[in-house]
């Protein structure tokens, strides 16, 4: 079950006094939040509305929404990160009570030897130590990544990767707590090392090399078929915590030095139907968020600023690299 | 072919010497924009966006993702309205030069007699004359209403028909220049007149009465739906012009009189999609833009403004009356 931390909300309300508040929260967690809502305009009867538009993470958390709703506290929920605020928004944990004890022990007979570091989301951090000691306790060498910016001690988001990265060196393989796929493709695809899921739902032990892998090949044929392409488009994302405009426009002068023709283009939310408006652009190079590329389907190449690194140097006539194998995907 | 008044743009550039500039516009005239784009950057040799965001008119120009941008002037191109700009927006020209000649005497030999009233969108104003002079040669007694507010003379906006309600009591009938039976089934419903569709590149007169007529069955539907809900969810429109707080806390009080249960809601595009992320509503009002209601499909009853006050009196167990019989749907 979610756990928001109510009293952290209830605490600054208490203390601003606020006319109304707002409150977003992904997917995930969007009934919890509402009910949260609920619980405050019973509390301290004033409107507290729900921001039901997608929030990805601390880099989307849509202080623009709450400014022009003119919500007196902006609450960003379950999006932990190092900080207690993240610009004037309140950043609030939402933690996930599911035990890891049974999983946390499969793993260890699983893994029998090895070093292995543990990273996770938001939702889990706080059963990392846990998590830790059962495995040491088990035989399994384990440690933790430090962090880094907005970053916990052992925390990943889908694009910074930190504490899996500094170890790379260190350590034989990830676990990541937690059913995200998603977060353990990122560790597998920025470490190379082979990454498991501790699905504490499915009790369940899984390997997702093969899912990075398959996300690695899709982005490096987009790559390819990028370079091909004459006319480019370049989208700036409007979220406020994606805006790269400068890396944006950095790619157009490189691009154009290579003989390429580049148009300039922004977008709150870059999915395949918006770009369907887009006329005459071979592809498209978004430099909001890399996950948009790597784990969405387009009908034309659209490459991440990794990707975009990759295909200037395919474009030079040299090896992509490894383009992925980074701490930070920007 | 759409024409973009570029004078007018590139006077703006000349004047205000700006790093950078951003454009949208609706999606059909988006290939004509991005060739505006690169003129610019041709001409004045700085970066020009194009934001390719929806932008349904006036109430929606994004100016919150220019300002996001950066960009020393935002135009808006293809949303005529009467004053030159909104909020720090150059709102600018975009005409269809399409001609009318040849449907508007197809039309004047199918309606015969009567007093027709002409309006029109944006993309069309500039013919509205030479087609009341066609009219009025071949016998058809024919009248211009006058703009109100944003609307210039015979221009209506989806949610928005001063210069055709104000002559209600005066025609017989309404014909709309242009393709969009969107706009001309608003005429038609706003005043329960035959509207007529001049669609000048079918060359074809056509009735959109029982269009009209089927949006407003399926609006009156979802409100004797919604009169069964016990949870509504009142959701607030983010897009600047598109914002209704007091008017969505004002539904809130009425119908938590009426003994509902009320949660507050913000998004920036009101998609079912979005809507299917909450749970336990089983009724929305949406108070951002009234054709998100009477145009879209959604799994569950998602009210506008003037459907809700039809609501309000089947809930004071009334007649819901003409509840879309009215000059602005807000």
């Known amino acids: 079950m979610i756990v928001i931390d109510e009293e952290r909300i209830f605490n600054e309300i208490y203390a601003k006094k606020p006319q109304s508040v707002s409150l977003n929260g992904p997917e995930g967690i969007l009934a919890q939040v509402q009910q949260t809502a609920i619980n405050i305009t019973r509390k301290f009867d004033i409107p507290a509305f729900v921001i039901a538009d997608a ?75 846990n998590v830790v000691k059962i495995l040491q306790k088990n035989g399994i060498r384990t440690i933790i990544g430090s962090g880094k910016g907005q970053l916990n001690d052992g925390q990943v988001f889908g694009c910074e990767f930190y504490p899996a990265t500094s170890l790379r060196d260190d350590v034989d393989s990830y676990v990541f707590l937690g059913q995200s796929n998603f977060h353990a493709a990122g560790v597998a695809l920025s470490t190379g090392k082979p990454t498991y899921v501790l699905d504490p739902y499915f009790n369940e032990v899984r390997e997702v090399s093969e899912f990075a892998e398959s996300l690695r090949k899709k982005a490096t044929l987009a790559i390819y078929k990028a370079a091909d392409a004459k006319r480019f488009g370049i989208i700036v994302g409007l979220k406020e915590g994606q805006l790269s405009k400068v890396v944006g426009l950095k790619f157009k002068r490189e691009l154009e ?48 600023t990794p990707q975009a690194q990759g295909l200037l140097r395919v474009l030079q006539g040299k090896d992509p690299q490894e383009y992925l194998m980074l701490p930070h995907w920007l």
């Open 257 to 304: 030095s290579l003989g390429k023709e580049v148009e300039m283009f922004a977008l709150t939310d870059i999915t395949n139907e918006r770009l369907l408006n887009i006329r005459n652009v071979d592809a498209f190079i978004q430099v909001a968020c890399p996950r948009i590329s790597t784990d969405n389907r387009f009908d034309m190449p659209v490459l991440s």
């Open 55 to 129: 929030t990805w993470g601390s880099c989307d958390i849509n202080e623009s929404g709450a400014r022009t709703l003119g919500a007196g506290i902006h609450f960003n929920i379950g999006h932990t990160v190092s900080m207690d605020t993240v610009g004037n928004t309140v950043m609030v944990d939402a933690y996930d009570d599911v035990s890891f004890d049974s999983v946390a022990l499969k793993c260890a007979r699983l893994l029998r030897s090895g070093i292995v570091a543990v990273v996770t989301d938001s939702q889990h951090l706080h059963q990392i130590q």
